[in-house]
């Protein structure tokens, strides 16, 4: 028998599809952060939206990249005259003192951004 039957790596790889088309919403960011709950709404997007995250114990990562306080105002500068439409989101854990969080908005708010949101999870019903 001179043929390959493919029928085999078929069925493989249409589970692995599968697999993937499940686990591919889960991956939204790498950064391990339990937002808080909120029943308030959703903020419209724009062209560009900035995710800074603060993570215990207080690291700060902006778009899953780690930088420092002053890295953090240097970028939101440059965004601001680049773009000063941007929207920043800001996805802070619930354990991060509310100073934390504090100081990384008077960050943004002081490079001229003004779209700025604080993401949360929804709740329970």
């Known amino acids: 028998m001179s043929e390959i039957n493919v029928l ?8 692995l599809l599968i697999i993937f088309i499940l686990v591919a919403p889960i991956l939204e960011h790498g950064i391990a952060i339990s937002l808080p709950a909120s029943t308030s709404s959703r903020i419209e997007s724009s062209r560009e939206i900035l995710t800074v995250s603060i993570a215990p114990p207080g690291m700060i990562y902006l778009n899953d990249q780690r930088v420092t306080l002053d890295e953090l105002r240097e970028r939101m500068d440059r965004t601001a005259r ?8 800001i996805r802070a854990d619930g354990t991060i003192r509310y100073e934390e969080v504090i100081k990384v908005l008077d960050e943004i708010r002081n ?7 604080i993401a949360t999870r929804p709740t329970e019903r």
């Open 8 to 15: 085999n790596l078929v069925d493989v790889m249409l589970v």
């Open 111 to 117: 490079s001229g951004l003004s779209r700025i949101g």
């Open 82 to 89: 680049t773009n000063p439409d941007a929207a920043v989101t």
